[in-house]
């Protein structure tokens, strides 16, 4: 059975090839036939044909990019020129020849004007003059998203905390958007921070915390239209991971160092050990760098394709692109779907990673354990003193 479908499928395609290059040589040939006049009108035809052709690439890396505005819709309009539906964002520059300038990113109108020597190039700023050197310190969307995300986050837990200071959720039950943090913040504690610290968990509670709740909110952010996808950019998640590293690092104790520098392995072992500790000691920043950025660009991207498959198709055919539109869409909010799971999931991950990470830096030695039991000393200070009766 298997072997039939895979048979008829490269039939299939065979014929799909054998179509197009065939249409491909009888174009060539009437080409060949024509005059100056109608060769010319011919390949301005032929290049207004791909000024409207959709152009799947450019509207994929369009929405996952960082952009200097925040972009929801393009419509023609009756004039015959294309429209956007934009919010344009601050644009500041500086040149070490001409200094500070700064002004909105719609003078550049979409790419057809020149602004104080500056022209956009796809999402990129740049001088007209190449040789000029120019520092693009602008407040981009990725950046607009992060403080929009940050301000969210910081009024939503001060108005939790001023309930529990009121005695709302302590000497009575919480109630609101409290009765919803709450679980949640329980939750990271008590299979997060608590199964990987120990009776050291209430040291790096506030920053588990603000970790988990900073990638829900952005990966949350990044699944509305028109939205920046924060997470699904690497150099967020890099930051994410530095501060990761400097956290497990600066918490590391002596035992954690010497695991690493002197490993409890035969002396010529540590050799080809000792390499490898300090290997781990990057490669668990990058690990979680990795994770979080590419599982979030992953689903928008697989979004964006699916949709996109309506206007490839319908290049093609318009019954095309309308026929396959239920199930580009079907797929499409599937997806979309499952993209909200993945946004709670990634933010748990990259939290008990952490939570790993710090636990296995702060972790005591076991060496008074073990000489107890090498010694046979037994702690009966819990023993029961009556007989336990079942």
Same mark, same amino acid.
């Given at each position: 059975?298997?072997?039939?479908?895979?048979?008829?499928?490269?039939?299939?395609?065979?014929?799909?090839?054998?179509?197009?290059?065939?249409?491909?040589?009888?174009?060539?040939?009437?080409?060949?036939?024509?005059?100056?006049?109608?060769?010319?009108?011919?390949?301005?035809?032929?290049?207004?044909?791909?000024?409207?052709?959709?152009?799947?690439?450019?509207?994929?890396?369009?929405?996952?990019?960082?952009?200097?505005?925040?972009?929801?819709?393009?419509?023609?309009?009756?004039?015959?020129?294309?429209?956007?539906?934009?919010? =344009?964002?601050?644009?500041?520059?500086?040149?070490?020849?001409?200094?500070?300038?700064?002004?909105?990113?719609?003078?550049?109108?979409?790419?057809?004007?020149?602004?104080?020597?500056?022209?956009?190039?796809?999402?990129?700023?740049?001088?007209?003059?190449?040789?000029?050197?120019?520092?693009?310190?602008? @407040?981009?969307?990725?950046?607009?998203?992060?403080?929009?995300? @940050?301000?969210?986050?910081?009024? @939503?837990?001060?108005?939790?905390?001023?309930?529990?200071?009121?005695?709302?959720? $302590?000497?009575?039950? =919480?109630?609101?958007?409290?009765? #919803?943090?709450?679980? $949640?913040?329980?939750?990271?504690?008590?299979?997060?921070?608590?199964?990987? @610290?120990?009776?050291?968990?209430?040291?790096?509670?506030?920053?588990?915390?603000?970790?988990?709740?900073?990638?829900?909110?952005?990966?949350?952010?990044?699944?509305?239209?028109? #939205?920046?996808?924060?997470?699904?950019?690497?150099?967020?998640?890099?930051?994410?991971?530095?501060?990761?590293?400097?956290?497990?690092?600066?918490?590391?104790?002596?035992?954690?160092?010497?695991?690493?520098?002197?490993? =409890?392995?035969?002396?010529? $072992?540590?050799?080809?050990?000792? =390499?490898?500790?300090?290997?781990?000691?990057?490669?668990?920043?990058?690990?979680?760098?990795?994770?979080?950025? #590419?599982?979030?660009?992953?689903?928008?991207?697989?979004?964006?394709?699916?949709?996109?498959?309506?206007?490839?198709?319908?290049?093609?055919?318009?019954?095309?692109?309308?026929?396959?539109?239920?199930?580009?869409?079907?797929?499409?909010?599937?997806?979309?779907?499952?993209?909200?799971?993945?946004?709670?999931?990634?933010?748990?991950?990259?939290?008990?990673?952490?939570? $790993?990470?710090?636990?296995?830096?702060?972790?005591?030695?076991?060496?008074?354990?073990?000489?107890?039991?090498?010694?046979?000393?037994?702690?009966?200070?819990?023993?029961?003193?009556?007989?336990?009766?079942?």
């Amino acid at each position: 059975m298997i072997s039939r479908r895979v048979k008829g499928l490269l039939v299939a395609a065979f014929s799909l090839l054998t179509l197009t290059f065939s249409n491909v040589t009888s174009a060539q040939e009437h080409h060949d036939g024509e005059t100056g006049h109608e060769e010319q009108v011919h390949l301005e035809g032929a290049e207004e044909a791909d000024e409207q052709k959709f152009d799947a690439n450019k509207v994929i890396f369009g929405h996952v990019m960082d952009a200097h505005e925040f972009h929801f819709l393009s419509w023609k309009g009756a004039d015959g020129h294309e429209h956007h539906a934009t919010i =344009p964002l601050p644009v500041i520059l500086y040149s070490t020849t001409r200094g500070f300038s700064s002004f909105m990113s719609s003078a550049f109108e979409h790419g057809h004007k020149e602004v104080n020597g500056y022209k956009l190039e796809g999402n990129h700023i740049v001088p007209v003059d190449a040789s000029e050197k120019v520092y693009d310190l602008s @407040l981009t969307r990725n950046v607009v998203q992060m403080f929009i995300a @940050l301000a969210l986050l910081v009024f @939503l837990m001060l108005g939790v905390a001023k309930r529990y200071k009121e005695g709302q959720g $302590v000497t009575r039950a =919480p109630k609101g958007f409290q009765n #919803a943090i709450e679980p $949640v913040i329980t939750f990271v504690r008590d299979e997060v921070a608590k199964p990987n @610290l120990g009776h050291k968990y209430v040291r790096f509670m506030p920053f588990l915390l603000t970790v988990f709740f900073f990638i829900l909110i952005n990966n949350i952010f990044g699944l509305i239209p028109g #939205a920046a996808n924060v997470t699904g950019n690497i150099a967020f998640t890099i930051v994410l991971g530095v501060i990761t590293f400097i956290v497990v690092n600066f918490s590391g104790n002596k035992h954690y160092w010497g695991h690493i520098f002197n490993p =409890p392995v035969p002396g010529f $072992v540590k050799f080809i050990m000792v =390499p490898v500790e300090i290997l781990s000691i990057f490669t668990k920043a990058f690990a979680l760098i990795i994770r979080l950025f #590419a599982n979030m660009l992953a689903g928008h991207i697989i979004i964006i394709c699916l949709i996109s498959l309506i206007f490839i198709f319908g290049s093609i055919s318009t019954v095309a692109g309308v026929g396959f539109s239920p199930i580009s869409v079907g797929f499409a909010a599937f997806i979309y779907v499952i993209e909200v799971l993945v946004a709670f999931i990634q933010a748990f991950i990259f939290t008990n990673l952490t939570a $790993v990470f710090i636990g296995q830096a702060v972790e005591e030695g076991h060496h008074h354990e073990d000489d107890h039991l090498q010694h046979g000393h037994v702690d009966h200070t819990t023993a029961p003193t009556e007989p336990v009766i079942i």
